[in-house]
């Protein structure tokens, strides 16, 4: 379809360690439209990271490859693409925002000279006197002073640091902008004046992005769409509406949202959900959900659901299998 900027089929991503093959991803399709926020959500280790590292080819050399599937930006797979190709892609079409700051900024440099840098790179024709200028206009943007330009990423506040790398990360007004809990690492009360800031420039630059984040308030205040992922996989997706409103969900939805306290339906104490997440060294025949399921099958143990689908709300479950 012609709005889809990314659409990723069938992919498998495993890590070699010493002793194991990791099967990190096992089969995951993803699409988004541009302009669209994804929220992707789901429990540590359920290869959120490991899906944004891919998409990028960052994933650690000799340790993460991409094993199977197909990454299709504007319809030109990634996976086949030299890394030429994507050095110029990356920060300049698509960014990553990780969860540290200080991973993505250098203790060495001003926060100008850092800024600076993306737009040498990327927009080789750009005049001393503009990249200033628009350094400075990026600063403003994040609401930082354009005077502290000069000034080193150990003076700034964790906050205002993550703001550095949100102006980093949308320097080139890129069209696929991935976050990775960016503000996981920052005090609460900073962390929603950083997503709403996210929030207000992604409709600014129609910047399509994927959340990945814990705070499923979040999700439902400024995500379209929601991805839920379980041991490498989707098991649902939806519209926010289809996700938050609707009556059909995946048991492990069920369980994920209803560890979330709820304000509005007074529910005082945390359900977290029995059992952990399947040893990632071994393959499995059925769904990986079944061993925490309370609603296991036989059938669920035997084989993998196929993707339910009800318009664009998809639940990969054998509870909605038509027969
Ligand atoms: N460098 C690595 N080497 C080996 N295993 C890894 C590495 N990075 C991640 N993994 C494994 O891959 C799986 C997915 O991890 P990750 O993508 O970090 O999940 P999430 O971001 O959802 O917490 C986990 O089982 C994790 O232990
Ligand atoms: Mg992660």
Request: net charge negative.
């Amino acid at each position: 379809m012609q709005d889809v900027i990314l659409e990723i089929k069938n992919l498998h991503v495993n890590y070699r360690t010493d002793t194991d093959l990791v099967y990190a991803i096992n089969g995951l399709n993803l699409t988004v439209r541009k302009g669209q926020i994804l929220g992707l959500v789901g429990e540590t280790g359920a290869g959120k990271t490991t899906t944004a590292l891919s998409i990028l080819r960052l994933l650690q050399k000799d340790i993460g490859y991409i094993d199977k599937g197909e990454i299709y930006y504007n319809g030109q797979n990634l996976t086949k693409a030299s890394e030429k190709d994507m050095e110029a892609l990356r920060g300049n079409y698509i960014s990553m925002i990780f969860q540290d700051p200080m991973s993505s900024l250098n203790p060495i440099l001003t926060v100008g000279e850092q800024i600076e840098e993306v737009l040498k790179l990327h927009r080789t024709g750009m005049s001393k006197k503009d990249i200033e200028e628009t350094v400075e206009n990026l600063m403003r943007m994040v609401s930082i002073s354009p005077q502290r330009k000069k000034e080193y990423p150990h003076q700034f506040s964790g906050g205002m640091k993550q703001r550095i790398v949100i102006a980093i990360a949308l320097a080139c007004e890129p069209d696929l902008l991935l976050a990775d809990e960016p503000t996981t690492a920052l005090d609460v009360t900073i962390q929603a004046q950083v997503l709403e800031l996210m929030g207000e420039l992604q409709k600014k630059l129609n910047t399509a992005m994927i959340l990945i984040t814990h705070d499923l308030g979040v999700v439902a205040e400024i995500c379209d769409t929601v991805a839920v992922m379980y041991a490498g996989e989707i098991i649902e997706n939806g519209t926010v509406e289809d996700i938050f409103e609707g009556d059909r969900h995946h048991p492990y939805t069920v369980g994920l949202f209803g560890s979330i306290p709820d304000l509005h339906s007074k529910k005082k104490r945390l359900e977290p959900i029995p059992g952990m997440m399947p040893d990632p060294t071994k393959l499995y025949e059925g769904c990986r959900f079944a061993a925490r399921c309370k609603h296991c099958m036989d059938i669920c143990k035997a084989s993998m659901p196929a993707a339910a689908e009800y318009g664009a709300h998809m639940i990969r479950c054998f509870l909605f299998q038509q027969p």
